[in-house]
């Protein structure tokens, strides 16, 4: 006997439902864009660890110790520590953040070794407070700014993004090299 086509729509009509695509939401803008790139790489986990998560729980011994580049296939970046290289990364946002606010900075370093080697394993805990409220202000620099200024900064904050993303890796991986990573954090 064959179903009726009322009977057919009506048995068959949850499964169109759970198949039905979920509303989309706004398009993104170019604000929006920066933002998750600011955030991902500064305090949500998305595609990959954020800066927060790599420094997270490490001690001053730990944020000081540097591995030796021997040989050609050692991932080791250029002898550097991971608070190191997380000086670096203060050194740089603090710069950015300051130029995008419009305010007279001491100008920026003539050898970029410095804003590496100037890390004191003592404030290892200050460094990481004071980059995670740069990265803080320059979300909140994105957030406030309207479609002009976005429009203006838009290329600067895109390489803040992806210059924290590339020394991210770098840390994870001296932390890996260090034995103090944890892969239940993110990456294996």
């Given at each position: 006997m064959p179903i009726k086509p009322i009977l057919l729509s009506l048995l068959l009509s949850?499964?169109?439902?759970a198949q039905a695509p979920k509303p989309a939401g706004p398009p993104p803008t170019l604000k929006s864009?920066?933002?998750?790139?600011?955030?991902?790489?500064?305090?949500?986990?998305?595609?990959?660890?954020?800066?927060?998560?790599?420094v997270a729980g490490m001690t001053p011994e730990q944020a000081r110790w540097v591995p030796k580049s021997e040989g050609p296939n050692n991932p080791a970046p250029e002898d550097h520590s991971v608070g190191m290289i997380t000086y670096h990364l203060l050194y740089w946002n603090t710069q950015a953040l300051g130029q995008l606010k419009?305010?007279?900075?001491?100008?920026?370093?003539?050898?970029?070794?410095?804003?590496?080697?100037?890390f004191d394993a003592t404030s290892w805990p200050e460094t990481v407070k004071k980059l995670d409220e740069n990265l803080t202000a320059l979300e909140q620099l994105v957030e406030a700014a309207d479609?002009?200024?976005i429009a203006a900064i838009a290329p600067t904050i895109a390489h803040i993004s992806t210059h924290n993303a590339y020394h991210t890796g770098q840390i994870i991986t001296i932390r890996k090299l260090q034995g103090s990573w944890d892969p239940k954090k993110g990456v294996s």
């Amino acid at each position: 006997m064959p179903i009726k086509p009322i009977l057919l729509s009506l048995l068959l009509s949850p499964f169109v439902l759970a198949q039905a695509p979920k509303p989309a939401g706004p398009p993104p803008t170019l604000k929006s864009v920066l933002l998750a790139q600011l955030r991902s790489t500064h305090n949500k986990a998305e595609w990959f660890v954020p800066v927060n998560t790599a420094v997270a729980g490490m001690t001053p011994e730990q944020a000081r110790w540097v591995p030796k580049s021997e040989g050609p296939n050692n991932p080791a970046p250029e002898d550097h520590s991971v608070g190191m290289i997380t000086y670096h990364l203060l050194y740089w946002n603090t710069q950015a953040l300051g130029q995008l606010k419009g305010e007279k900075a001491p100008p920026p370093t003539s050898d970029n070794n410095e804003t590496f080697n100037k890390f004191d394993a003592t404030s290892w805990p200050e460094t990481v407070k004071k980059l995670d409220e740069n990265l803080t202000a320059l979300e909140q620099l994105v957030e406030a700014a309207d479609d002009a200024k976005i429009a203006a900064i838009a290329p600067t904050i895109a390489h803040i993004s992806t210059h924290n993303a590339y020394h991210t890796g770098q840390i994870i991986t001296i932390r890996k090299l260090q034995g103090s990573w944890d892969p239940k954090k993110g990456v294996s």
